[in-house]
């Protein structure tokens, strides 16, 4: 199945059982002589993140060693939009739609900034503040 393919897109979500998966899938790539991967983390909880509760990405990259592509929070729309059949990629205002679409982006081979999904949401105030 493998042979076809000049690059993998590996997709987890937080969770030990799914990078554990990753990892293994990693193992055959690189015992079949396949490097170019990357990694997509899915269904990030910040608010998890920020107690501890659940892996960090950069936690995640380090123990699997591989580029990471994108990271995409999770989000009842995405579970939403899916039921209806409609893609979360056609949301101008979704969060995780901007995250595929910026993957994409990477995978043309532009330059682009990742999502700071784990900062948080500003207050009014700080939004206010920082207006220009």
């Known amino acids: ?9 590996l997709v987890t979500t937080p969770d ?16 079949e002589g396949r490097t170019a991967t990357r990694l997509v983390i899915n269904r990030v909880r910040p608010e998890l993140v920020r107690r501890g509760d659940m892996l960090t990405p950069q936690q995640i ?4 060693a591989i580029e990471l592509l994108g ?8 579970l939403l939009s899916n039921m209806h059949g409609n893609p979360i ?6 969060l995780a739609a901007r995250a595929y679409h910026n993957m994409a982006r990477r995978l043309c081979g532009e ?5 700071p999904i784990l900062e948080g949401r500003k207050h009014w105030w700080q939004r206010l503040w920082h207006r220009t």
């Open 71 to 78: 990271i995409t929070p999770e989000n009842e729309i995405v």
């Open 61 to 64: 990259m380090e123990m699997l």
């Open 1 to 9: 199945a493998v042979a076809a393919a000049d690059e993998f897109i």
């Open 16 to 31: 030990a059982s799914s990078i554990q998966d990753v990892d293994r899938v990693l193992g055959i790539l690189e015992a």
């Open 89 to 94: 990629a056609n949301d101008d205002k979704a």
């Open 111 to 115: 330059k682009v900034d990742f999502i």
